[in-house]
């Protein structure tokens, strides 16, 4: 059987199951995928080609002894703010770039005990801070739909890895937005949890209050195996919710007949692409005929605040965040300066870049004396407002459908001047992320041949819900483009191989 | 909202960051540009209100006091950029 990297994580199970190849030969075929495209598409910072191996060696042998789970032996990209114990993690930073983590991150040991295989650790924008990973410091990926465009961000590398072939499924981070927005742009599913579902033990943190690891698949069903695998209470991260798990697989295939879905009228905003509207419009005519009631008049006012209230938020976390890289204990130090405070300035002001520094100094005065109370605690009540509205809304709902972004991806380079510009690709998924509430994206068809994503949002914990809708829609809308054609030029072309 | 030359290098120096001159009236233009988009907020009603720290919070949440298995020595300084008889190097505190 050939390209078996283009087939998802159930089926590759299923086959692995039934001895039609091996997990070495899975990995091996993902590896040469990787070989051919990742020059253009560099969807990766690190690849780890020999763990990959030995782990798949392993996979292997659970299949022979009959302990294999739904991923033993499924090859998948890493973001590289994942902490991966003896393979360097750099959270896409200069600041980082030769720490090898001493320890593995709470979900890195949940995928090695169900007998994942690791591929290597996906590109990002710096300390998940952007849109478009060019914010990297290792450079941009690109879109594997057109290769001019940008994957989305901060999680591009893991969607641009998925969707370009280069692994099966990913590991990504959602602060507010980050798995969300590139799935949509690289026509994947992204599903960022309920804050506290999966343990941030170990995930180089940048929001402390928003921060949550989730997974990047080529359709819901993996979404929800990836899910399952990470979910849960872990001592190590207090914030981690000792909530049970629901089993996420028990909802594939269930009926959605009667389902109540509210659609805010605040989402629908001036700058949404016309092709965005029309294929939200019919995605819910589908859930319509699906026997979902869906109602349009939705109102949840203060959405138009949560891009502030978020940039007021996740700076300010991340200002105190981001004091620990000093360059005394890791990372990039410049010891030039003869003072250790002088050293440490020239440090941070090397090892960081340009939307990293604006955004710690835009925490530092949001959280500075004389402008606390106007900035980061009128957020935080404002904050309280949308959570309020939020719970009001699901009192009337079960689910609230939105588009994930209003663009369909953009070319490389067209927003990387205009900070704020930047900032508007997440207006439809901070609010969610503000209140904490599961969301996920997933392709809903074209717009000028580019991938359009949905995005459903549910109750707190409620994640089963959201399998429920959206892998009925999924299978009634009958998506099938699961590898994009590469097309277009890379401007890694030239400068990588 | 105008940030001064002044407030720039303040909260840089707050944050533990060197600039430019030309970083200084980069970020100066940026960051009061930000702001701008931010003023909305103040007149947003939240009279009574309780700030949102946490989407969830979880209060009081303890554990056994046990030992574990931690860091050992060689493992926490392997990435120090300086370590000098098991400690962290940096330049003089104080001169």
């Not at chain 2, 944050?15 to 909305?40: K, M, N, W, Y």
């Given at each position: 059987m050939t390209d078996l990297w283009k087939l998802t994580a159930h089926e590759a199970h299923e086959k692995l199951r039934a001895r039609e190849f091996s997990a070495v030969e899975l990995t091996e075929s993902v590896l040469e995928r990787v070989r051919a495209v990742e020059p253009q598409v560099h969807a990766y910072i690190t690849l780890t080609e020999d763990v990959a191996l030995e782990q798949a060696g392993e996979?292997?042998?659970?299949?022979?002894?009959?302990?294999?789970?739904?991923?033993?032996?499924?090859?998948?990209?890493?973001?590289?703010?994942?902490?991966?114990?003896?393979?360097?993690?750099?959270?896409?930073?200069?600041?980082?770039?030769?720490?090898?983590?001493?320890?593995?991150?709470?979900?890195?040991?949940?995928?090695?005990?169900?007998?994942?295989?690791?591929?290597?650790?996906?590109n990002m924008d710096e300390f998940a801070m952007g849109s478009s990973t060019e914010h990297s410091a290792y450079g941009p990926s690109c879109n594997p739909w057109n290769l001019e465009l940008v994957p989305g961000g901060s999680s591009g590398g893991s969607a641009a890895a998925v969707s370009g072939g280069e692994a099966i499924g990913a590991l990504g981070s959602?602060?507010?937005?980050?798995?969300?927005?590139?799935?949509?742009?690289?026509?994947?599913?992204?599903?960022?949890p309920t804050?506290?579902?999966?343990?941030?033990?170990?995930?180089?943190?940048?929001?402390?209050?928003?921060?949550?690891?989730?997974?990047?698949?080529?359709?819901?069903?993996?979404v929800a195996t990836l899910l399952d695998c990470i979910s849960g209470h872990d001592p190590r991260d207090s914030t981690s919710n000792p909530e049970p798990v629901a089993d996420l697989l028990h909802y594939l295939g269930r009926d959605i007949t009667g389902m109540r879905i509210g659609v805010p009228k605040e989402y629908f905003i001036a700058g949404?692409?016309?092709?965005?509207?029309?294929?939200?419009?019919?995605?819910?005519?589908?859930?319509?005929?699906?026997?979902?009631?869906v109602d349009r008049e939705l109102s949840l006012p203060s959405t138009e605040h949560a891009l502030a209230v978020y940039y007021i938020i996740a700076p300010s976390e991340a200002s105190a965040n981001l004091a620990r890289y000093d360059g005394v204990k890791y990372g990039y130090s410049d010891?030039?300066?003869?003072?250790?405070?002088?050293?440490?300035?020239?440090?941070?002001?090397?090892?960081?870049?340009?939307?990293v520094k604006r955004r710690i100094m835009l925490g530092t005065y949001a959280l500075s004396a004389g402008y606390y109370d106007a900035y980061y605690l009128k957020a935080q009540k404002v904050r309280t407002l949308i959570n309020n509205e939020f719970a009001a809304a699901f009192q009337k709902y079960d689910v609230i459908v939105t588009p994930t972004s209003?663009?369909?991806?953009?070319p490389l380079g067209a927003k990387l001047n205009d900070p704020y510009a930047m900032y508007l690709n997440d207006i439809y998924t901070l609010p969610s992320s503000v209140a904490g509430l599961p969301a996920i994206s997933v392709p809903c068809g074209l717009s000028e041949g580019l991938p359009v994503g949905l995005q459903i949002i549910g109750n707190f914990f409620d994640e089963p819900r959201v399998v429920q809708a959206a892998h009925a829609f999924e299978q009634a809308l009958g998506w099938s483009n699961r590898v994009a054609a590469l097309s277009g030029a890379s401007k890694h072309r030239d400068t990588q191989v | 909202?105008?940030?001064?030359?002044?407030?720039?290098?303040?909260?840089?120096?707050?944050?533990?960051?060197?600039?430019?001159?030309?970083?200084?009236?980069?970020?100066?233009?940026?960051?009061?540009?930000?702001?701008?988009?931010?003023?909305?907020?103040?007149?947003?009603?939240?009279?009574?209100?309780?700030?949102?720290?946490?989407?969830?919070?979880?209060?009081?949440?303890?554990?056994?006091?046990?030992?574990?298995?931690?860091?050992?020595?060689?493992?926490?300084l392997a990435n120090a950029p300086e370590a000098e008889e098991n400690f962290f190097r940096v330049r003089a505190v104080l001169e």
């Open positions: 996979a292997d042998a659970k299949y022979a002894s009959g302990m294999a789970t739904p991923l033993t032996g499924i090859p998948l990209a890493i973001k590289d703010l994942i902490v991966t114990r003896g393979v360097r993690t750099t959270a896409g930073s200069k600041i980082l770039e030769n720490f090898v983590p001493p320890y593995s991150s709470h979900v890195y040991e949940t995928l090695r005990r169900a007998g994942a295989v690791m591929v290597g650790k996906a959602d602060t507010g937005g980050s798995i969300r927005q590139p799935a949509s742009l690289c026509g994947v599913v992204g599903f960022d804050y506290g579902r999966v343990s941030r033990y170990g995930i180089i943190a940048f929001g402390s209050s928003l921060d949550q690891v989730g997974p990047i698949g080529r359709d819901v069903e993996d949404m692409e016309p092709g965005v509207t029309a294929r939200i419009e019919e995605a819910l005519t589908l859930f319509e005929a699906l026997g979902c009631h010891r030039s300066a003869g003072s250790m405070w002088a050293n440490m300035e020239q440090t941070r002001a090397g090892g960081f870049g340009e939307e209003p663009t369909v991806a953009f | 909202m105008s940030l001064s030359r002044d407030e720039v290098l303040h909260i840089a120096r707050l944050a533990r960051i060197a600039l430019t001159s030309a970083d200084v009236e980069r970020f100066a233009a940026q960051l009061s540009g930000i702001l701008d988009q931010f003023a909305a907020l103040a007149a947003v009603d939240t009279e009574g209100l309780e700030p949102t720290a946490h989407p969830l919070p979880l209060s009081n949440v303890m554990r056994a006091d046990v030992v574990t298995v931690s860091l050992r020595q060689g493992e926490a």
